[in-house]
Nanobody, 124 residues
Framework: QVQLVESGGGLVQAGGSLRLSCAAS????????MGWFRQAPGKEREFVAA????????YYADSKKGRFTISRDNAKNTVSLQMNSLKPEDTAVYYC?????????????????WGQGTQVTVSS
């Protein structure tokens, strides 16, 4: 069992930055790939970024490449998402998730555990 708690969301102006963090409980955190997803009002939850269990493989949704950076610290049981050059269309609830899989990390159904989400609002 893995419990995930996101933090770091908030209100930011367009062009600004935020760093989201996800703290995981459990001693097996390092065996899970981790991902970030987001869901805007009235839209489906979508993939943002993912990182392999040891951090050697990173995956990004095309529209996030160059602006978002995912990282993890297995010693601290945390995964982070650095978001730069934020746009109003980045406004959403952001979720971190843990996956026991090593492939298809951009697919929602690949994930076993989900956090409750943190709200990010980007004003124009």
């Amino acid at each position: 069992q893995v419990q995930l708690v996101e933090s770091g969301g908030g209100l930011v102006q367009a062009g600004g930055s935020l760093r989201l963090s996800c703290a995981a409980s459990g001693r097996t955190f390092s065996s899970y790939a981790m991902g970030w997803f987001r869901q805007a009002p009235g839209k489906e939850r979508e993939f943002v970024a993912a990182i392999s269990w040891n951090g050697d493989r990173l995956y990004y949704a095309d529209s996030k490449k160059g602006r978002f950076t995912i990282s993890r610290d297995n010693a601290k049981n945390t995964v982070s998402l650095q978001m730069n050059s934020l746009k109003p269309e980045d406004t959403a609830v952001y979720y971190c998730a843990a996956s026991s899989r090593v492939v298809s990390l951009w697919v929602l159904s690949s994930y076993d555990y989900w956090g409750q989400g943190t709200q990010v609002t980007v004003s124009s």
